[in-house]
């Protein structure tokens, strides 16, 4: 069994633990949490043992908290932390893991060089067996990632040019923005994005635009796939439908909104609304020539869940997850 740990509990972190708990080859050792809130509090009576700093422990035991050790006892426990914490601060702990000596995953939020390299489980999983830090990329690197290095399948991926409509913020945030403005992010071309994306598919020609929208549930993606040679669109679909993390949203279904996708995983009964998939909606499959275009929507809340599990393994030196992931957490294809 992979002893895994969280640092950082948060929107990520609490998936990742969730997610941690299903693996058939997986134990959680603890989570680690700065301040006995809501969220402590929920993930104790559920079970988890809680991780704390070593200043805080009277703060959590005054809370009804028993932790069961400091993050650092936490960490020594841990053949694998998954750190989830704030943009910046995983570059902080990187210190304490590689003075320990334990393989460690970081989020999309750090700087690129935090790991050894980026990861993207459908893009390069066997580059990243037996490497002790991973850096996961974002929620729309994720999303994009699995969509081009699928749709290379059928013919290899020459140029992308994208635009990304981020949500604004998470549902639980409530102090970010904006509510009545479409704000480009940034003004200038290319963003981040795109920058990001080659982090993983180093010699890609992709430029990306971004804009900032007044929602919090998802992200949609519009993206425009050049290829080397000519396909067709059933080519695609096909390609599309026998993929796993990608999901194909027909048209005949009712669904024109991200809205309605959260309503239907809602329906679904999805823990916490989570959609890992990304969605793409069927009738945006256009194909003209050796371009594909879609549009798609990413639950930025759980899209890099299942790539987390699987940047688990590969940091391992297991050689096979993706399937293993899918099975356990429910992932259609
Ligand atoms: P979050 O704020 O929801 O969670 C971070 C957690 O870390 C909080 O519980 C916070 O209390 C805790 N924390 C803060 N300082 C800490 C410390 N010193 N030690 C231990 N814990 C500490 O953030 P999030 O949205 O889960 O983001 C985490 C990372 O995941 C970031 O790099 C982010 O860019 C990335 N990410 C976020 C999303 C998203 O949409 N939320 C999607 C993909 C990737």
Do not use: W
């Amino acid at each position: 069994m992979i002893k895994v740990s969280v640092n950082g509990y948060g929107t990520i972190g609490k998936r990742v633990a969730d997610a941690t708990l299903k693996q058939p080859d997986m134990e959680l050792v603890g989570v680690a949490k700065t301040s006995p809130n809501y969220e402590a509090m929920v993930a104790f009576k559920r079970g988890m043992r809680i991780f704390v700093p070593k200043e805080s422990k009277d703060k959590f035991i005054g809370a009804g908290i028993e932790p069961s050790g400091t993050i650092d006892e936490m960490i020594d426990e841990s053949d694998v932390v998954v750190d989830a914490t704030p943009n910046g601060v995983g570059a902080e702990y990187k210190k304490i893991y590689v003075e320990k000596g334990k393989p460690a995953l970081f989020q999309g939020g750090e700087k690129s060089n935090v790991g050894e390299m980026s990861f993207s489980a459908l893009c390069n999983y066997d580059e990243a067996v037996g490497k002790k830090y991973l850096r996961v990329v974002s929620c729309n690197t994720t999303a994009m990632l699995r969509s081009i290095c699928t749709v290379n399948k059928v013919s290899q991926v020459k140029k992308v040019r994208g635009t990304v409509i981020r949500r604004a913020a998470d549902p639980k945030e409530y102090k970010k923005g904006p509510i009545n403005a479409l704000v480009p992010d940034p003004a200038s071309v290319p963003s981040h994005h795109a920058k990001d994306v080659n982090t993983v598919l180093k010699d890609l020609d992709i430029i990306t635009m971004a804009v900032i929208s007044p929602t919090n549930l998802m992200h949609v993606h519009l993206l425009d796939i050049e290829l080397e040679k000519e396909v067709t669109r059933e080519e695609i679909l096909k390609q599309v439908l026998s993929t796993p993390r990608l999901v194909i949203v027909p048209g005949k279904a009712g669904i024109n909104s991200t809205a309605e996708l959260v309503e239907l995983a809602r329906d679904l009964g999805r823990e916490r609304n989570d959609i890992p998939e990304v969605m793409i909606f069927e009738d945006s499959i256009y194909v003209k020539g050796k371009e594909v275009f879609m549009m798609y929507a990413v639950h930025q809340e759980s899209i890099v869940v299942p790539e987390n599990i699987d940047a688990v393994r590969a940091v391992s030196g297991i050689r096979e997850s993706i399937n293993v992931t899918n099975t356990s957490m429910g992932i259609r294809k």
